[in-house]
Each structure stands twice: as C-alpha cells, then as structure tokens.
C-alpha cells in the first residue's frame, strides 16, 4: 500500500506538520514575548496544550490534502498552490477554533492573539516550505534525474504517445518512461524515441517486477468498459502505483479526486478495499454513527412514519430483498413511497432495458461519448410515477425515504458508504464488470449520490462505484457523507 503513494508525499506532509506545529510555538513565543522560556513552559498545562495542537495537526494535513496540495499538478505551481495554501489555512484555523471550544481548558488555544499569530506563522511557514524550498528542490532533484519514478505505459496509441512525449520532454514531474506494454503491436516496436513496446497488457506483472516499476499508468485509446477493468485488474495484482487516463472515467468528480500529469486527468487506483485496518474503522465508525443516528432521528422517524400512514393505505416502513456484498440477499428497509401492492413490472422492463442499452452501446460508448449516447445511458427514476403516493415524491425527492437503512448499517448489511446495493433481477441483468461494484459492502451513498444521482448513466455509475472500490478511505468516505446533506437538502437529481 505504501509504495503506491510516492515517498516525497510523505517528506511533504511530515514538512507541513512541522511548519504548522513550530507556527503554535512561534505564536505562542510572541504573545509572551515579556516572559523568558522558563516561564512559558511554566504556563498551566503547556504541554498538554501543545500536545493538543500536535494531535490536531494531524487533522489539518487532511485539510491541506482536501485542497490538493499534495497533487504534483498543484504543488509544482506558485499561485495556485498558494491560493490553495491559504485557503487550508483559514480552514484550518475555524476548524481549531471549534476542537478548542469543544474541548475546553485550552488557555492558549483560546487566546484571540496566539490564533491570530497562528494563522499568520501557518501562512508563512507553509508558504516558505513549500515554494521557496519543497518545490525548488523537488524539480532540481528530478531535473537531476535523482528523483526518478519508472512509469510503464500502458496502451501504445495517440494518447500513450502524448502522454509519453510530455513526460519524456519534461523532467521536472521526476518521472520516467521506461517503455509499453501493449496488446496490438509486437514487442521490440519503438513507439516514441528511446520508448519501446516491451510486452502485453497481459505481462504488466512480468514487466514490474523485470524493469522495477514504481508507476504503471494506463492510456488506452477506444477501449470497452469491460477490457479497461480487465486490464485494471492484471494491474492492480502489482506493488506499483495504478493510474488511469481515459475518457470512460470522466465521471469521476475532478475537483475531489484527479490529479493532471500536463493538464490530462490521471486517476489513481489505490487498491485500498481490502485492507483489514480500514474496515475495522470502517465497520466501527459505521456502528457509532448509525446508533447514533437512530436515536437522534427517533421523533423524524415517527413523524415520517405517521405521515406515510395517514396519506394512503398500509404499513410505515417498505422491506424487500436486496442483493449486497458478493451477491448475498439481505432485507433492506425504506419508507414506503408507494401505494400497497404497486405493480413493479414497469420499473423491472425499465431497468431491464437500461442495462441492455448500456451492454449494446458499450463499445460506441467508448470511442464516441456523443449525447444521444450519454442520454440512452441516463440512469432515470420514471418521471411521474403514479405509483407513487404524494408524501413518497417528496421522501425520494430529498432522499429521506433512505433513513430506516440505518437498521441495515447497524445489522451489518450495509455500509453509510458504499455502491447502492441492487434488486435481485438487475443483477441477473449484470455483466461480469457490472458485478464488480458489489465486492464489498452496499452502502447509503457513494459517489453515484453525489455526482448527479438519477442523472448520471448506468455504466457511469458503475464506474463510480469501481473508482470508490478501490479508493476507499476514511477521507473519501468524510468528503462523500458531508456532500450527501447538500445534495439531499437541494434533492439534486431525484425524482
């Protein structure tokens, strides 16, 4: 896992931890300037109080991470890493000032002057480290070749080549094109300059472990779904860091989660599912959070509940089998948005034919990205369903009627975060891919949520769900909850 994150983004952190912690101490040293060492240290409770600030340091590299200032399109840059720089810092500051209101005692932290000073040194500090010093010395280092990362190229065609030429014609990244691995053209083949095909898609682990890979970066020209997440899977079998550049992943939110090798997207596979320390918390942030929330939500819930009875016919709450991890039924729980005995053969032939659609026009898909593509993909709830009783269009409008899934988060069978788990005869429908998005536990929202829900297209939304599979985080899963109240409170494309 670690070698997949490069070794000067941990020198980069450890360096804006230190820049943040030595920013307290200087505020603090100004505003006792009339006080010699001793004395300050004799304050009550210095240490538990810079221990304090130390612990939420840590936090604040989550800050700094969440503006992208370790994507090497923004720390290679002077104003935009900047902005970004002070930005992280008025962040960073309101969200000490709420930890030191929530826990109380912080005499320091609670000084107006030492969190003026703070700020003030934060700015400084990070600004110095990172443009006068981190990123100098990061491009002198590259352009020196001593800071190198063997990249291997995956798909020899247009964009392979671009990509190539801009690494190959611009050391400062610190990156190096060793050569190809491509499934159309012989190996030996010389693609661009030094640049070689040295082997197939299919000896990408063969190939990392010959030419001690750290980078394997896929570029494939009109390529299917289904063989991209082939290849993807030979790749991630490897020690080296997985990237991918292609159109079929154009969905993903760029501002979150891509970074730009020369302006060109490039997302990275971080291959984080299966790890047993991030499920652990996963599983435990999932209890609390649920418990929690059901408790909290108990009036909501019976005010809901009493609304659902009193505007048609029948029980409260909605259960139906659902499939989750690994193809496994489970009962999952709703509001009831429909009338009593609703006849769900529309909805069935509907989504019947929307993953059909999306299996035919597949390749089309891929090579032409045209609208009236885009707009056969369209994942749409049926517009004016008349299926659905009047509280009901108002419950899945703003989501609320997802809230008794809590019960399934707690029982175990879904996650607060994950790919939105599937009916029984949609996964009949699934292609081998498809199928993929539920290798790990279903979840109340995700990325297809808050990226346009019913608007996005269905292999669109698979493609999220992949992209969460294998970069999930306790971050990712942070950014994509806060996301979900906006979407939900503005009911972002419900129907």
Same mark, same amino acid.
């Given at each position: 896992?670690?070698?997949?994150?490069?070794?000067?983004?941990?020198?980069?952190?450890?360096?804006?931890?230190?820049?943040?912690?030595?920013?307290?101490?200087?505020?603090?040293?100004?505003?006792?300037?009339?006080?010699?060492?001793?004395?300050?240290?004799?304050?009550?409770?210095?240490?538990?109080?810079?221990?304090?600030?130390?612990?939420?340091?840590?936090?604040?590299?989550?800050?700094?991470?969440?503006?992208?200032l370790y994507k090497i399109n923004v720390f290679l840059t002077l104003v935009e890493q900047f902005v970004a720089i002070f930005k992280s810092v008025g962040y960073g500051l309101i969200g000490l000032i709420i930890a030191a209101f929530l826990f109380k005692g912080n005499a320091l932290v609670d000084s107006r002057l030492v969190t003026g000073y703070f700020g003030?040194?934060?700015?400084?500090?990070?600004?110095?480290?990172?443009?006068?010093?981190?990123?100098?010395?990061?491009?002198?280092?590259?352009?020196?070749?001593?800071?190198?990362?063997?990249?291997?190229?995956?798909?020899?065609?247009?964009?392979?080549?671009?990509?190539?030429?801009?690494?190959?014609?611009?050391?400062?990244?610190?990156?190096?094109?060793?050569?190809?691995?491509?499934?159309?053209?012989?190996?030996?083949?010389?693609?661009?300059?030094?640049?070689?095909?040295?082997?197939?898609?299919?000896?990408?682990?063969?190939?990392?472990?010959?030419?001690?890979?750290?980078?394997?970066?896929?570029?494939?020209?009109?390529?299917?779904?289904?063989?991209?997440?082939?290849?993807?899977?030979?790749?991630?079998?490897?020690?080296?860091?997985?990237?991918?550049?292609?159109?079929?992943?154009?969905?993903?939110?760029?501002?979150?989660?891509?970074?730009?090798?020369?302006?060109?997207?490039?997302?990275?596979?971080?291959?984080?599912?299966?790890?047993?320390?991030?499920?652990?918390?996963?599983?435990?942030?999932?209890?609390?959070?649920?418990?929690?929330?059901?408790? =909290?939500?108990? $009036? *909501?819930?019976?005010?809901?509940? @009493?609304?659902?009875?009193? /505007?048609?016919? %029948? #029980?409260?709450?909605?259960?139906?089998?659902?499939?989750?991890?690994?193809?496994?039924?489970?009962?999952?729980?709703?509001?009831?948005?429909?009338?009593?005995?609703?006849?769900?053969?529309?909805?069935?032939?509907?989504?019947?034919?929307?993953i059909a659609e999306s299996k035919n026009g597949n390749e089309e898909l891929s090579k032409t990205h045209s609208d009236e593509s885009d707009e056969l993909q369209q994942v749409k709830k049926i517009v004016n369903?008349?299926?659905?009783?009047?509280?009901?269009?108002?419950?899945?409008?703003?989501? =609320?009627?997802? $809230? *008794?899934?809590?019960?399934?988060? @707690?029982?175990?069978?879904? /996650?607060?975060? %994950? #790919?939105?788990?599937?009916?029984?005869?949609?996964?009949?429908?699934?292609?081998?891919?498809?199928?993929?998005?539920?290798?790990?536990?279903?979840?109340?929202?995700?990325?297809?949520?808050?990226?346009?829900?019913?608007?996005?297209?269905?292999?669109?939304?698979?493609?999220?769900?992949?992209?969460?599979?294998?970069?999930?985080?306790?971050?990712?899963?942070?950014?994509?909850?806060?996301?979900?109240?906006?979407?939900?409170?503005?009911?972002?494309?419900?129907?």
């Amino acid at each position: 896992m670690f070698r997949q994150i490069p070794a000067y983004k941990y020198l980069m952190a450890a360096g804006d931890y230190l820049m943040l912690l030595f920013a307290f101490l200087l505020a603090v040293l100004l505003r006792y300037s009339h006080l010699s060492l001793p004395e300050i240290f004799a304050l009550p409770d210095f240490f538990s109080q810079v221990a304090f600030v130390a612990a939420y340091c840590t936090i604040w590299i989550a800050v700094l991470h969440h503006f992208n200032l370790y994507k090497i399109n923004v720390f290679l840059t002077l104003v935009e890493q900047f902005v970004a720089i002070f930005k992280s810092v008025g962040y960073g500051l309101i969200g000490l000032i709420i930890a030191a209101f929530l826990f109380k005692g912080n005499a320091l932290v609670d000084s107006r002057l030492v969190t003026g000073y703070f700020g003030g040194f934060a700015l400084v500090n990070l600004t110095l480290f990172r443009l006068a010093v981190f990123r100098p010395l990061y491009m002198f280092l590259a352009q020196k070749h001593i800071l190198r990362r063997k990249v291997l190229i995956v798909g020899a065609g247009k964009s392979g080549k671009m990509m190539a030429a801009n690494l190959i014609h611009d050391d400062t990244h610190g990156l190096e094109v060793v050569g190809f691995a491509d499934d159309t053209l012989p190996v030996g083949s010389r693609v661009f300059e030094h640049a070689y095909i040295l082997g197939t898609s299919n000896d990408i682990p063969t190939l990392v472990k010959q030419y001690s890979i750290d980078e394997v970066l896929i570029v494939i020209d009109n390529i299917s779904y289904q063989r991209l997440i082939e290849i993807i899977d030979i790749a991630r079998t490897t020690e080296a860091a997985l990237k991918v550049s292609s159109a079929l992943y154009d969905i993903i939110p760029s501002k979150l989660f891509i970074e730009r090798y020369f302006g060109i997207p490039v997302i990275s596979m971080m291959k984080n599912y299966n790890h047993a320390a991030f499920l652990l918390y996963k599983r435990v942030f999932d209890v609390v959070v649920s418990f929690l929330g059901l408790l =909290l939500l108990a $009036l *909501p819930f019976a005010v809901i509940a @009493l609304l659902i009875k009193l /505007s048609s016919k %029948g #029980p409260a709450f909605f259960k139906q089998v659902r499939i989750g991890k690994d193809g496994k039924p489970f009962i999952f729980y709703k509001f009831r948005t429909m009338y009593v005995d609703s006849d769900d053969s529309i909805h069935r032939e509907f989504t019947k034919k929307l993953i059909a659609e999306s299996k035919n026009g597949n390749e089309e898909l891929s090579k032409t990205h045209s609208d009236e593509s885009d707009e056969l993909q369209q994942v749409k709830k049926i517009v004016n369903d008349p299926r659905i009783t009047p509280i009901g269009r108002f419950l899945r409008k703003t989501s =609320l009627d997802e $809230l *008794p899934q809590l019960f399934n988060v @707690l029982k175990g069978d879904m /996650s607060l975060v %994950g #790919p939105r788990p599937c009916l029984p005869y949609e996964w009949e429908e699934y292609e081998a891919w498809h199928k993929r998005r539920l290798s790990v536990t279903p979840g109340c929202t995700g990325l297809w949520q808050v990226s346009g829900r019913s608007a996005v297209g269905f292999n669109d939304m698979v493609i999220l769900d992949l992209y969460y599979i294998e970069n999930m985080s306790p971050l990712m899963d942070l950014k994509i909850i806060f996301k979900t109240f906006p979407v939900m409170l503005l009911a972002k494309g419900g129907y």
